[in-house]
């Protein structure tokens, strides 16, 4: 494609965020000129429904009318304004109306930055150095969060890119996600070093992987015992899987969270908050620094503004969402049964991931051994017939309010369509397909 080989020239691997690339899937990204409802357009005049949705804020769909309305109307008052707004104010009170665990707020301008700032606020709320995270989950690419699981067992973490010092990370710990066992023993061990566990309560990021009954209240149990905080990343469920994100729909309740996508309503954005005795520690309340120029900017305070308010608006648009997911996931199911296809697929409301595995897929090793030529395959055949999936077998699928059953249909039709044609898979195995990139930032 012309457009992707002029990238190339000036923007690293012709793309500004690695995944975007289809280096998972092969051949070139479609380069996008629009979007309406749930279908998008590119350069070529083709449309596609749209089950990317800019990698989850697009919960209305896009150019949601009250969305561009809120956008024109701020454009009339100005672009970045340097100087606190009164619609900060009402985006903070938005959200921690919606989480009771969240009672203040600081708004940031991406994900990163918001797990970032969680960190350093939790090592200094505790005074203790030491991160757990999971295997597979993505928080950013900020350097301390870049480590990866190794051999297996729980150990120090390991530069997860180039350019991370050893030493950055030496104090990150790495376990297998929806392993509580192995999250005990750790925390038997040394848990009065640990300043915070970071996990987001459904695992977006090695596709589509829910906790297992008794996860996050396990891990909300031994932070407490060990004066550890619980952060969850809920940059990808936060108003996504319920208007109270993973923390109101598995009834647990974490010290700090980390937002952002749904609430800017498409603009960057990012957020993070908690408990008051927390948040008063960051500056200029508190000693804990933290800074940004375009912190709350105008344009994506607004667009969130006008989504979060639609999705509080009656009637209740969350059971449609429920509903357009479950009906997705049944017809990618069928499909993949007729043909004789193993198939998993993962889904927590209206984000799902298909496995090409037989076995239920609960954490990154289990997601790895998925066959992912033949995801590839399908891939290929889905955007030949009109459907613009996620290019990573460990990315999530995401359902708009602008979704609706002919549409989720015409990517079931297509999905069928697709894997009839694909090739016979490779043995199952871990390293059946190229190099994937992981983690999986859009």
Known sequence: MAAFE?????????????????????GSPPFLVRGEGCRVTDIDGRELVDCVGAYGPLILGHRDPAVVRALREQLDRGTALGGPTEAETELAERITLAMPAVEMVRL???????????VRLARAATGRDRILMFDGGYHGHSDALLAQAGSGVATLGIPGSPGVPAAVVQ????????????????????GERIAAVLVEPV?????????????????????????TLLVFDEVITGFRVGPGGGQERFGVRPDLTCLGKIIGG?????????RRDLMEQIAPAGPVYQAGTLSGHPLAVAAGLATLARLADPPDPYPRLEALG?????????????????????????????????????????????????????????LARGVYWPPSPFEAGFLSLAHGEAAVDQVVDAF????????EPAAEGPETAGAILQPSDP
């Open 416 to 423: 069928a369509t697709a894997l009839a044609g694909s090739r």
């Open 6 to 26: 002029r990238a190339r020239l000036r923007i690293p691997g012709g793309v500004n965020s690695p995944v975007r690339a289809f280096a998972a899937v092969g």
């Open 326 to 382: 479950a009906r997705l996931a049944a017809g990618l199911e069928a499909a993949a049964g007729a043909l004789g296809v193993p198939l998993t697929v993962n889904r927590v409301g209206s984000m799902l991931t298909p496995y090409f595995a037989a076995a239920p897929v609960t954490d990154h090793a289990t997601a790895r051994r998925s066959d992912r030529d033949r995801f590839a395959a399908v891939h290929r055949g889905w």
């Open 171 to 190: 104090d990150t710990l790495v376990l297998p996600y929806n392993d509580l066992d192995r999250a005990l023993g750790v925390f038997a061990r040394e």
């Open 266 to 274: 498409g603009l960057p954005i990012g957020a993070y908050g908690g």
């Open 203 to 227: 695992a977006g990021n090695m596709g589509v992987v829910a906790p297992r009954p008794g996860f996050l209240e396990g891990l909300r149990r031994v932070a407490t015992a060990f004066g």
């Open 108 to 118: 940031v301008s991406s994900g990163t930055e918001a797990a970032m700032s969680c």
